[in-house]
């Protein structure tokens, strides 16, 4: 799985300059599967979902089925849905056919007040795409390992994220930690740059493979960062070392 990480300073709640600044980027890659955004990209992390929120049918999810078609390529990131009244922090994974999936993010950010404008998720995704079972969760989910536990053999598990420098350091660990439990790759999306609220984000966007060993060291520049992923690789290791095998069960609620 040919996957390109694209780590950028995102424009405060502009989606239209955003999406023109990530377009430039999208562009310029070649040939790979999968493409991966920050969290909220076409507006940065935002608490004023009522100036800057789209529906399924607006014009970010357009320009995403636009160039997934484009370039043959799926792309996926989060940003601000209204739907029914509700504000979601919602990732959606467009594929190069223009089917999309989503995922509302389940665990909002009390210490940013999301969880009073934002609705949470309740249903894990996991995505079928291209012989790749792939769970994609959002920033905060990262320090909730129970829901992401791999009890669907997945083999990706992808986070896209607004997480400050202040905290990096747990972005670091944890992105590894979730590695090893779960036995899959890893790869964590991050922005770089200031929001509004003067928070700085330094990046650290990586990969990370099933036995916990770097593919990509984290990042800290803007760029576009490409990781090839091997499935068999990991399937022989997972059989070799078949840890999955003694995982507890489990119910959440």
Not at 31 to 44: A, K, N, Q, S, Y
Not at 140 to 165: I, T
Request: proline share 4%; glycine share 4%.
């Amino acid at each position: 799985m040919k996957t390109a990480l694209i780590q950028v300073p995102l424009i405060w709640e502009n989606p239209k300059a955003n999406r023109d600044y990530f377009e430039e980027k999208i562009n310029s890659i070649q040939t790979v599967d999968l493409i991966v955004l920050p969290e909220m990209f076409t507006t940065g992390f935002t608490m004023n979902p009522h100036t800057v929120a789209e529906t399924m049918e607006g014009e970010t999810l357009l320009w995403l089925k636009h160039w997934a078609k484009n370039k043959e390529v799926a792309i996926t990131g989060s940003l601000i849905i209204i739907e029914n009244d509700n504000y979601y922090n919602r990732l959606v994974f467009v594929f190069p056919s223009g089917e999309v999936q989503y995922y509302d993010k389940r665990h909002l950010f009390s210490l940013a007040g999301e969880e009073k404008i934002y609705t949470p998720g309740q249903q894990k995704l996991i995505v079928e795409y291209k012989g790749w079972k792939i769970c994609p969760l959002i920033c905060y989910d990262l320090r909730f390992p129970v829901f992401s536990r791999n009890v669907e053999n997945y083999d990706l598990l992808l986070y896209v994220a607004n997480w400050p420098k202040l905290r990096i350091n747990a972005w670091d660990i944890l992105l590894k930690a979730r590695s090893v439990e779960n036995m899959c790759y890893t790869v964590g999306v991050n922005r770089i740059g200031r929001d509004e609220s003067n928070h700085e984000y330094v990046g650290h966007s990586q990969a990370i493979d099933f036995l916990g060993n770097t593919i990509l060291e984290p990042q800290e520049t803007e760029g576009i960062f490409i990781v090839d992923l091997d499935k068999n690789q990991m399937l022989e290791t997972r059989k070799k070392l078949a840890f999955l095998d003694d995982r507890d069960s489990f119910e959440i609620q």
